[in-house]
C-alpha cells in the first residue's frame, strides 16, 4: 500500500469506504488495520463487509500511514527482516514486550506521533472506531482516555494469543474470537472483555465431494491424493523448506504449499523436489476445498479460515514470538493439534486426517464460527447509540503540537523540542522493531533520564 504523506481530509471519506445498502442511515464506522502482512488486513476486510451489509459506511484506514515520516513502513521492514534472518532476535523483543507492565518509552513515542493523524483521518460522522491492530488500539486508548475521541473505540483481537500490546486503557470493550484468547485479555486487565467470534468471508465453508475435485482439477492437484495446506503467512516466512520435506517424508499427505508473495521460496520449493508450490493465490477457499489437512506456522486469520472450511489444523515448526504463543493458544482451545517434536509428524497427521482427533478438531472449528455472532452486533450497537463524532479542537488537527491544558503547561524549553524528541524516539523504536525493549530496559534502570519525554508520551504534556 503506497504512503499517504498527506491525512485524509476530515470532510472526505476513505478512498476505501464500503458503500452501504441504498437508503440506510446507520452511520459510519471506521476501521484502523494495518498492513504487517495480511492477517490484520483480512480481519478488518471481513468485519468492513459484514458491518456494510448492516447498512454501515466503512471507513478502511492502514495504521502504518498515520505514523510520521514512513516511519511505519520503515518499522514494518524491520520486522519482516528480523522474522527473516534473526527469528532468535525477534522472539526476545517479544517477549520482552510481552513481559512489561506497559508499553516501552520508543512504543509509546512511536503511538503519541500517530493521534494527531488518526483524529484528522477519521470523517466528522464516525460513530465508533474499531482496531485490529495492537498499535492502533493503543493510540485509540489513549485519545478516549484524554476525551480527544468521543466516539467508542474497539479492540478486535485477531490472535488467539494476546500480547500485551493488544490490550489497551481506554478501549471501550475488547472483542476476542474465542474464549481462551478472551481469558488471556482479562488476566492482562482488558475492560468489556466478550466473547466475539471470528469473522471470515463466508466462501470458506466446508466442502462437497464435487467441490473437492472440481478444486483440484483447477489447481492441478492429484485426484486421489491426500493434501496437506502448508502455509507461511504472506510474507512466506519460518522453515517452510524444511516442513514441507518433512510432511513429504512421512508419506501420509502430499504437501501443497502457498509461498504468498515470497516467489523465490516457491521456486526454490520446485527446485527441492516441492511439485505444488504456489506464489499468491486469491482463491484460498478454492485450495482450502482441494486439501483434507492445514499445516501452519502462525495461527492467523488462515487457522480462522480453515476452521470455517471444516480442515483439521495442526500447528508446526511456528515462526517465533506470535507463531509460538498462537500455537499454545489453540491447543489448549482443542483447536488445532501443537506438533513440536518432527517424529510426532506422521502420525499427528495421519490421526487428524482419519482418527477421532481429526473429527474432534473438525466439529470444534466448525461450532467456534457458529456459537457467536461475530463483533458486529456489538459494535453496531454501540455505533447507533452514538451520535456523530464532533470537530476534534483546531489544535488537535492543527500541524503543531496537541493543546497542553492550562493546568499543566508544558515547560518551554522542551515545547520547541517536541517534534525532535518524538523523531528521534521513534527512530529508536523502529530499529529496534518498534517493540524498544532497549529502551525500555534504560527506562527501568534509570527513569530520571527520560522523566521529561515520560511525562510528555503518558499524556501530562498533551
Known sequence: MPHRDDLVPQSAPSPSAAAPPQGSTAGRIAIISAGVGAGHDGAAEGLAQRLAEHGFLVDRHDFLDLLPARTGRLLCGTYHRLLTWMPEGYQRLYAATDQAARPGIGWRALFRAAERRTLRALAPDTRAVVSTYPGAGQVLGALRRRGLLTVPAFTYLTDFSVHALWVAPGIDAHLAVHPVPAAQAHARGATAVTVAGPVTDRRFAPATAGQQAAARARFALPANATLALLVAGSWGVGPVRRA?????????????????????????????????????????????????????????????????????????????????TNAAALDEAGLAAWIRDPADLGPLLAELLHGPRGENQRAAGLALHRSAPGPVPAIAAAAVATGPLPPPPLAAVSTGPLPTPAARPAPKRFRGGRRLVLTAAATAATVSLGVAAPLAYAYSEAPARFTTVAHYLDGDGR
Open 244 to 324: 514441507a520435506a518433512e510432511i513429504q517424508r512421512t508419506g501420509v499427505a502430499v504437501p501443497v504449499v502457498v509461498c504468498g508473495r515470497n516467489e523465490a521460496l516457491a521456486e526454490q520449493l520446485r527446485r527441492d523436489g516441492i511439485e505444488h508450490a504456489f506464489g499468491w493465490v486469491d482463491d484460498m477457499p478454492g485450495l482450502m476445498h482441494a486439501c483434507d489437512v492445514l499445516v501452519q506456522n502462525a495461527g492467523g486469520l488462515t487457522s480462522l479460515e480453515a476452521f470455517a472450511a471444516g480442515l483439521p489444523v495442526a500447528s508446526y515448526r511456528c515462526i517465533p514470538g506470535h507463531g509460538q
